[in-house]
């Protein structure tokens, strides 16, 4: 059986696919909707836009609607909640500050009117230092694998 070598374009290549790849699996952040209950004419719908992507949790009137179990490990940079009772809603939203340089906390009152769209945006704090330090390894490893792969 003889076996075929590769030239140096089909080795780029596979070089490039496989760091792109890469780059896409660590930038990537979920878009979640969820149901807060069932269908009325007197309810909206909510979205809670981030400026970064955060590992969060989220209650709409004392519900837990998001916890970090249910986003299965993955950043959230927007959630559309539907079918949010009209009048005004309290939202609880909070992230783990392990990647953060403080704790994000923010509770609102919000008004959900029938048939309508509530967008709220929320203001992430900058990511620690740490933060940096771990992506920095991490981009180094993808260079370093990259480099490796003959």
């Known amino acids: 059986m003889q076996h075929k070598r590769l030239d140096f374009r089909q080795i780029m290549k596979t070089k490039y696919s496989l760091f792109f790849a890469l780059c896409l699996i660590f930038s990537s952040c979920a878009n979640i909707v969820v149901n807060y209950g069932n269908p009325t004419s007197n309810s909206g719908n909510l979205v809670i836009k981030t400026t970064s992507p955060v590992y ?60 309508k769209t509530n967008t709220q945006l929320l203001t992430v704090p900058p990511r620690s230092n740490g933060y940096w330090v771990s992506q920095t390894l991490i981009s180094i490893g993808c260079i370093v694998l990259l480099l490796a792969i003959k």
Do not use: C, W
């Open 56 to 115: 969060a949790n989220l209650t709409v009137n004392d519900s837990l609607l998001i916890g970090q179990k249910y986003m299965s490990g993955k950043y959230v940079r927007r959630i559309t909640i539907k079918n949010v009772p009209e009048g005004i809603n309290s939202i609880h939203f909070s992230a783990d500050s392990y990647n953060l340089n403080e704790a994000m906390d923010k509770k609102i009152e919000v008004n959900v009117k029938s048939g």
